[in-house]
């Protein structure tokens, strides 16, 4: 069992920066791929960005190459989402996902089996 919270969102202007950050707990994430994800009204949720155990595999959802960065800290349970350059339409719920099955990064939300409650993250123009 891993439980993920999330913290870190907010209202944040337009060009400007947040950093989500993923607290796990339950059991080690050493060799747990982790992943963020969104979510928008009326929208389905969507892969933003992964990372494997040691940090060294990292997958981008294109819409946020280059300006979002994920990392990863195993000796203290945590995962990081540095998101700059904010756009409204990153306007979203953001997800800290965990998949205990795979071994490399999955884009599908049915790949993770736990997830956090989520953290808004509201971009004004």
């Known amino acids: 069992q891993v439980q993920l919270v999330e913290s870190g969102g907010g209202l944040v202007q337009d060009g400007g920066s947040l950093r989500l950050s993923c607290a796990a707990s339950g059991r080690s994430i050493n060799t747990v791929l982790m992943g963020w994800f969104r979510q928008s009204p009326g929208k389905e949720r969507e892969f933003v960005a992964g990372?494997?155990?040691?940090?060294?595999?990292?997958s981008y959802a294109d819409s946020v190459k280059g300006r979002f960065t994920i990392s990863r800290d195993n000796a203290k349970g945590m995962v990081y989402l540095q998101m700059t350059t904010l756009k409204p339409e990153d306007t979203a719920l953001y997800y800290c996902?965990?998949?205990?099955?795979?071994?490399?990064?999955?884009?599908?939300?049915?790949?993770?089996?736990?997830w956090g409650q989520g953290t808004q993250v509201t971009v004004s123009s």
């Open positions: 996902a965990a998949d205990t099955v795979h071994w490399i990064i999955k884009y599908q939300p049915d790949a993770y089996n736990y």
């Open positions: 990372i494997g155990w040691s940090g060294v595999a990292i």
